[in-house]
């Protein structure tokens, strides 16, 4: 009897042939000149639009709210794809959580050149090394980069001294203190393993060849190399002795078992406001943030980057000048960045202001440099393909871990199943 | 002879033009919508899958590029092996819940389990599956004991690969069984008391008069059923789209051959595979209902 709740056969074609139909009445061409600044933005990002509404009364602004491509939702790709069959809806100015929209945004014809007349180049020049890396395709800038999400090492600091244990700097450091853990404290975590982000915190910082975008539809994928089994293997000892757990941190069980267990946290620059403070009530001057660590002999550091969002503007916008105007001031303004901004401004200047606010609100404990100091330690040998790594990894190595696989023995399930997804987009695999 | 008086009344005759009108009308605007939003895009979803995306003919392309996809064999075997699933419960389990809640006669107690058995498939079918994500996660529950009893502690363990057919399946039954008891229900009741009159004078017992003398005559109500089942089940799409959002993609965003159609569409730019695989889901509906149809002499009178 539930037929027509489970009836999306045609979805695509009726979804099309409505637009077409449409399409055939609409002219085409942009919206025109003097109506709204229609901007597009998730729930978090609504603030900085009505902050930007609220010192600009003189630009009218048309605040849509949507789910910001959460979880790789394709939500905004999908409206485009509609849009680009009607001629018209397109957003001015839009906000993503994911990092890879640019590698589709530009070839739908969505992303308008931002480096090529409309952002100046010393405004530019302010972003922090690497940060518009993922809004580059082809060497022209599509997008400006929210906030960087590099990833730093959270610590329960009045447990670590209640403990007796000293922040690892190495991840030899980290294991052996994993393992003393397990034995003396048995319950308390180093870390997780259970998100869907979980190899762009690990396996990234560990120089994991699987996802090295070598150009616009290339990628290196080699889930065999050292730095992909050397961490591997780590976490697969601090699992089986229960010093890493397999639940994500935004789990209900988690939550609910864990949150006071916390006593080491790779994690990325969110995590403070986002997990610590919001998900898992952590008391404030507890969490303290560490470098990442580092393999021992390594000569430069290196770190993993857990999303960031991006700033996207319509190629088709109408209010080209107004909408440069919002984009330039949400992406570097302080009042926005600098001061209310929940994650690191991946605009240099901003950054430092939000430091200063972060030590000055007192939730975190000691020394903030180390988030700075990781927004330039991003490794680059992991990229932003079209293709979702979170999506792979939660679909082939999840379970697994769930079942009491080890991570060792799927990473050759890992590697066949990033081919696959990396050729179904077009791209060319080398391994 | 003389003329005699037409034995229809004029003004009845009047009221049954109206009547006709307005069934016409009624018929014409269902019509109407038919084509609008079923036959104009079925036969633009046609064209579509044996188009290019610059409109030029491809013949099989699509089907073939699709068929050849690497997650397409997999969503056919999940889907398949759910349809066994879903409709092997579906027919056990209908046609033994009607068969008891008959027994129970009309008395109040069959009333209210009617009512209650209806109430899921009232609700929209997102709104069940949010429902039932809430009662898989043992932490919040209602019925972890029951869950840890089976041994499952975390939504992960619960969403297991291997468990989802059962879970889907689980769904669709809590989701839209409930009518079809209420269906069956009422073809039971259609049953003339005489022949069951005289299966009991006969000496039939409950079990030789649901088997010999009830089930057969509810054949027709089970295979429409069935009709309507495999192609809604073969459309698989809500549930594990749902729990894939719910599991941050451990559930797999192309479980189903709908999920891989709607990512065809929407992530890989591709409309006319995801076209392609529409069609090849049509066929095998109608060919399905075809053969259930002509093997059961469903449209044979009575």
Not at chain 1, 61 to 75: E, F, H, K, T
Not at chain 1, 299 to 309: F, R, S
Not at chain 2, 259 to 272: E, K
């Amino acid at each position: 009897m539930s037929v027509d709740k489970r009836r999306p056969v045609l979805l695509a074609a009726c979804a099309a042939a409505l637009a077409m139909t449409v399409a055939a009445c609409g002219s085409g061409a942009p919206a025109k000149a003097g109506g709204a600044l229609t901007v597009w933005v998730d729930a978090t990002r609504v603030a900085a639009a009505k902050q930007y509404q609220a010192l600009h009364p003189e630009v009218k602004l048309d605040i849509v709210s949507y789910d910001g491509d959460a979880n790789g939702s394709n939500y905004l790709q999908t409206k485009v794809q509609l849009f680009n069959r009607t001629g018209k809806g397109w957003p001015d100015v839009v906000f993503s959580s994911q990092n890879n929209e640019a590698t589709w945004a530009v070839d739908a014809g969505f992303a308008a050149p931002l480096d090529k007349g409309l952002v100046p180049a010393d405004t530019l020049a302010g972003f922090a090394k690497g940060a518009n890396d993922v809004c580059t395709v082809d060497g022209t800038l599509y997008c400006l980069r929210n906030d960087l999400s590099q990833a730093v090492l959270w610590y329960n600091e009045p447990l670590m001294k209640q403990f007796g244990y000293t922040v690892p700097k190495t991840w030899e450091e980290y294991q052996k203190l994993g393992e003393k853990v397990a034995a003396e404290h048995p319950g308390y975590l180093v870390g997780d393993a259970g998100d869907s982000y979980t190899p762009e915190i690990y396996l990234w910082a560990s120089k994991c060849e699987a996802n090295h975008i070598t150009g616009p539809k290339a990628v290196t994928v080699n889930t065999g190399g050292e730095g992909c089994t050397r961490m591997a293997a780590l976490m697969d000892g601090l699992i089986k002795n229960r010093s890493m757990s397999v639940s994500g941190v935004f789990s209900t069980d988690f939550g609910k078992n864990q949150a006071a267990k916390v006593l080491l946290m790779p994690g990325p620059a969110w995590y403070g406001g986002a997990v610590f403070r919001d998900t898992l009530k952590t008391a404030p001057k507890t969490i303290g943030v560490a470098p990442i660590p580092q393999w021992q002999g390594d000569t430069a550091p290196a770190t993993g980057n857990v999303g960031g969002g991006t700033w996207l503007l319509s190629k088709h916008s109408a209010h080209q000048k107004a909408a440069t105007d919002f984009l330039t001031w949400v992406t570097t303004d302080n009042a926005y960045q600098g001061e209310k901004a929940p994650g690191f401004p991946a605009y240099a200047p901003a950054a430092e202001n939000w430091l200063k606010a972060q030590a000055a609100a007192g939730y975190l404990v000691g020394d903030l440099g180390a988030l700075k100091d990781a927004s330039s330690q991003v490794w680059p040998g992991w990229g932003s393909g079209q293709f979702s790594q979170e999506s792979v990894w939660a679909a082939t190595v999840k379970p697994g871990l769930t079942q009491g696989q080890s991570i060792a023995s799927l990473l050759p399930a890992w590697q066949d199943s990033i081919v696959k997804h990396a050729e179904s987009f077009g791209y060319k695999v080398s391994s | 002879m003389t003329a005699t008086a037409s034995p229809v009344d004029p003004g009845r005759r009047r009221g049954g033009a109206g009547r006709s009108r307005a069934g016409l009308a009624f018929v014409a605007a269902y019509t109407l919508l038919l084509v609008a939003f079923g036959a104009v895009p079925t036969c633009y979803a046609i064209w579509f899958a044996f188009t290019d995306a610059g409109g030029g003919f491809t013949g099989f392309a699509n089907f073939v590029t699709t068929a050849r996809d690497f997650r397409f064999a997999d969503s056919v075997g999940h889907v398949a092996l759910y349809l066994v699933c879903w409709l092997l419960s579906l027919v056990v389990f209908v046609v033994g819940l009607a068969l008891m809640l008959h027994r129970l006669s009309s008395g109040p107690v069959s009333r209210t389990l009617r009512f209650l058995y209806y109430i899921p498939g009232a609700l929209a079918g997102a709104a069940s599956v949010l429902v039932w994500l809430f009662m898989l996660d043992p932490t919040v529950s209602p019925v972890s004991a029951l869950l840890g009893a089976l041994g499952f502690d975390t939504f992960g363990q619960v969403i297991a690969p291997g468990n989802l057919p059962v879970l889907f399946t689980a769904i669709a039954f809590w989701t839209g069984a409930g009518g079809w008891i209420v269906v069956m229900y009422g073809a039971l009741d259609n049953i003339p008391q005489d022949v069951m009159e005289a299966a009991r004078i006969d000496g039939a017992g409950a079990w030789q008069t649901a088997w010999h003398v009830q089930i057969p005559m509810l054949r027709k109500w089970i295979v429409y059923m069935v009709i309507l089942a495999f192609a809604g089940g073969a459309q698989l799409f809500v549930e594990p789209q749902l729990l894939s959002l719910a599991s941050v993609g451990v559930a797999g965003r192309d479980y189903s051959l709908n999920q891989l159609t709607y990512d065809f569409a929407f992530q890989l730019n591709n409309v006319n595979g995801a076209a392609a695989v529409s069609m090849e889901l049509l066929v095998v509906s109608l060919s399905a209902a075809g053969l259930f149809v002509a093997r059961s002499g469903f449209f044979d009178a009575d």
